[in-house]
């Protein structure tokens, strides 16, 4: 397996490690939940250098990632991040990425770890006679997320600069020597940030923290958090994983993300069209024959990717992504169901084996965190 920059980290935290994507990663230190409360009450520290990054540059850089991307890029600024799609010529998702331009000629792009490979060919194949350098630095360097509420007050101990951004807006600082890439960015639904520096200088990064703050203490600020953590924490957050909520076979329409397509990127220079682009419109303009909802569940029984979903005894969907909510103290899920039970109140059972789960369609997301 794959190693991050934080293996020692994790080890001597007590992680428990886990093969996620062919990278030994923690799944967990102390708990799921006790993690998940942490991030949600005051801050988490993840490790995230398993997703890949990958730099773009050259003269046709634009006309590259419109080709590319579900979302518009062109009009982005300097310092700015977006969260876009990419998906395949019928329609389905590729993967959901997030868009990062660094000056008018460069770009950054942060996938998922799974879908890293697939999507470094299909860039081959897109960039043909375009002028596009395709740089993939995932081994080069590390990524880390801290999140929470109490992150930023922390973070102005380091930086003035850094609490002012604005969501999704990054800037490049110079760390220990080196620069790194910080952005206002999470999968959390907590305010936070991410930061990409080089494989160098990561355990000095670490380092930096614990002066400031000491992992075990009860009340630290931060602690470690692992992958279980932030899968129920984005999973609150009503936020879709590529293997659960998006895939190659699942339209891209369908899953709740229409701020994420430009269908008239055709309109703006440069003109070009994204992969996938008639498909996706068909499904927009005819609809899809499920859609992507949230679930409360009664009693304290949480369901499985997997189960099937029935309305008056008839299979009507599937649950994509389910756990009991530390937060909310309830099970919660979300699932595809036939568009025409998409609504928020549509009573549904959940088959889980033997028994049957009462649930009920809600809004997404579960939880928003306070301003």
């Not at 890293?116 to 002028?131: P, Q, W």
């Not at 160098?200 to 930096?208: F, N």
């Not at 568009?339 to 928003?368: M, Q």
Request: aromatic share 6%.
């Amino acid at each position: 397996m794959l190693k991050t920059p934080f293996n020692k980290l994790h080890h001597d935290a007590g992680g428990r490690m886990v093969d996620f994507a062919g990278w030994e990663m923690p799944i967990l230190y102390t708990g799921i939940i006790e993690e998940h409360k942490q991030v949600r009450h005051s801050g988490g520290l993840f490790d995230v250098s398993h997703m890949g990054r990958v730099w773009f540059k050259g003269k046709d850089v634009r006309r590259f990632l419109e080709r590319l991307c579900t979302r518009r890029i062109s009009d982005m600024q300097p310092g700015q991040c977006r969260y876009s799609l990419v998906c395949n010529e019928a329609g389905g998702v590729r993967d959901d990425v997030l868009v990062y331009r660094i000056d008018e000629s460069e770009f950054m792009l942060v996938v998922n770890a799974s879908n890293r490979e697939k999507l470094l060919g299909h860039f081959d194949e897109i960039r043909g006679d375009l002028k596009v350098d395709i740089d993939d630095r995932t081994m080069k360097t590390a990524m880390v997320a801290l999140q929470g509420p109490k992150v930023m007050d922390l973070i102005g101990k380091f930086s003035q600069e850094i609490p002012q951004l604005k969501r999704y807006r990054f800037v490049t600082k110079g760390v220990l020597m080196v620069k790194a890439l910080v952005s206002r960015t999470g999968y959390t639904g907590e305010d936070g940030v991410e930061v990409i520096l080089p494989n160098s200088v990561a355990g000095m990064a670490i380092d930096l923290i614990k002066r400031e703050v000491d992992f075990t203490k009860p009340d630290a600020i931060i602690k470690p958090a692992g992958l279980g953590a932030r899968d129920t924490l984005r999973l609150e957050a009503g936020m879709p994983l590529y293997g659960h909520e998006l895939g190659e076979d699942i339209p891209a329409w369908s899953s709740d993300l229409s701020f994420a397509i430009n269908l008239d990127k055709a309109e703006h220079e440069p003109k070009e069209q994204f992969i996938g682009f008639d498909a996706v419109r068909e499904q927009a303009e005819k609809g899809t024959a499920r859609k992507l909802v949230g679930m409360a569940m009664e009693g304290r029984r949480s369901a499985r990717q997997g189960m099937i979903i029935q309305r008056n005894g008839e299979d009507v969907g599937l649950v994509t992504s389910a756990c009991l909510s530390p937060t909310l103290e309830k099970p919660i899920a979300m699932g595809y169901v036939d568009s025409a039970l998409a609504d928020n109140g549509t009573k549904l059972d959940i088959i889980a084996g033997e028994r049957t789960i009462a649930a009920e369609v809600v809004g997404l997301p579960f939880y928003k965190a306070k301003k």
